[in-house]
T-cell receptor, first 115, second 111 residues
């Protein structure tokens, strides 16, 4: 079975450019999460969706960050304009959300470097 | 907000030794999860715990959901070189859909 798919795996861009990260969750999962991982701050939740609807975006650092989930099988995280401090590994995770099921499955991540 | 304290931050052990790491929270959780992350990869789920007192094993790994619901531990028995990686605890409390992650325990195993 395919796991969570993320693209690209690596992205190098210059400050000020727009960056779009993509995620395809596991089929049948109805919750999707975007995380950012850095050495200093560890794993931080940026935003999550239930049934394609954003539920909590309090972790989104600034208005430069935006996320969409137009359908159950696709989500994007966009940074515009990008800054060097945005350099990190960005993970997408998905889960089947029920009252008792909380297991999230992670994609391989996108390593973003902003020069 | 909810916080998780994970310890130790890092461990250097000899192959064959047992390993123990733990997480404590400032509030009650109803779910504890343990993940392992290897370089260049995303975290992989190892064990999920849903009941206070629950003890669950996955091969050489054993994890327990603390009775107070504010802590959990992970044990690895007879460590091997491929156990190297960063181990994260994660918890969920209340009705939130999101998980809170610990800072991780970096495990190094010397052959």
């Amino acid at each position: 079975d395919a796991g969570v798919i993320q693209s690209p795996r690596h992205e190098v861009t210059e400050m000020g450019q727009e960056v779009t990260l993509r995620c395809k969750p596991i089929s049948g999962h109805n919750s999707l999460f975007w995380y950012r991982q850095t050495m200093m701050r560890g794993l931080e939740l940026l935003i999550y969706f239930n049934n394609n609807v954003p539920i909590d975006d309090s972790g989104m650092p600034e208005d430069r960050f935006s996320a969409k989930m137009p359908n159950a099988s696709f989500s994007t995280l966009k940074i515009q304009p990008s800054e060097p401090r945005d350099s990190a590994v960005y993970f997408c995770a998905s889960s089947r959300r029920t009252s008792s099921y909380n297991e999230q499955f992670f994609g391989p991540g996108t390593r973003l470097t902003v020069l | 907000g909810q916080q998780l304290n994970q310890s130790p931050q890092s461990m250097f052990i000899q192959e064959g030794e047992d390993v123990s790491m733990n997480c404590t929270s400032s509030s009650i959780f109803n779910t504890w999860l343990w993940y392992k992350q290897e370089p260049g990869e995303g975290p992989v789920l190892l064990i999920a715990l849903y009941k206070a007192g629950e003890l669950t094993s996955n091969g050489r790994l054993t994890a327990q959901f603390g009775i107070t619901r504010k802590d959990s531990f992970l044990n690895i028995s007879a460590s091997i070189p491929s156990d190297v990686g960063i181990y994260f605890c994660a918890g969920r409390g209340g009705s939130q859909g999101n998980l809170i992650f610990g800072k991780g325990t970096k495990l190094s195993v010397k052959p």
